[in-house]
């Protein structure tokens, strides 16, 4: 049973940074695209429907970024660990939600459009909070 923990979240203030990780457990995921969404709390969404924020692709050469967090995010993964992190540098009150990871087997047909879609992964974690105070 594949399953992902996120963890790192927690309050801070505006400019200061996170790192968030994820674990996957289950199986080996060297050869799955590992991706970061977000999604306010409170409102009546399904995954499918969570905010992009990065993703790496199963070569770890390829990663996207949302604009909102270009330039200002890092993500990395390692494989041995089969982990995911999200490096969150200049943290902005904007940047106050849950953050989830979540991952999908990688296919050949996926394209730098697609990995950015919420519906495209397959497995998801619990989520983590980030919280921002001006």
């Known amino acids: 049973q594949v399953q992902l923990a996120e963890s790192g979240g927690g309050l801070v203030q505006a400019g200061d940074s996170l790192r968030l990780s994820c674990t996957a457990s289950g199986r080996n995921f060297s050869n799955y695209i590992m991706g970061w969404f977000r999604q306010a709390p409170g409102k009546e969404r399904t995954s499918v429907e969570r905010e992009f924020v990065s993703t790496i692709l199963a070569s770890s050469s390829d990663t996207y970024y949302a604009d909102s967090v270009k330039g200002r995010f890092i993500i990395s993964r390692d494989d041995v660990k089969d982990a995911v992190y999200l490096r969150m540098n200049n943290l902005r009150p904007e940047d106050t939600v849950v953050y989830y990871c979540?991952?999908?087997?990688?296919?050949?047909?996926?394209?730098?459009?697609?990995?950015?879609?919420?519906?495209?992964?397959?497995?998801w974690g619990q989520g983590t909070q980030v919280t921002v105070s001006s």
């Open positions: 979540a991952i999908v087997r990688s296919r050949s047909w996926y394209t730098s459009e697609s990995v950015r879609l919420a519906r495209v992964y397959d497995y």
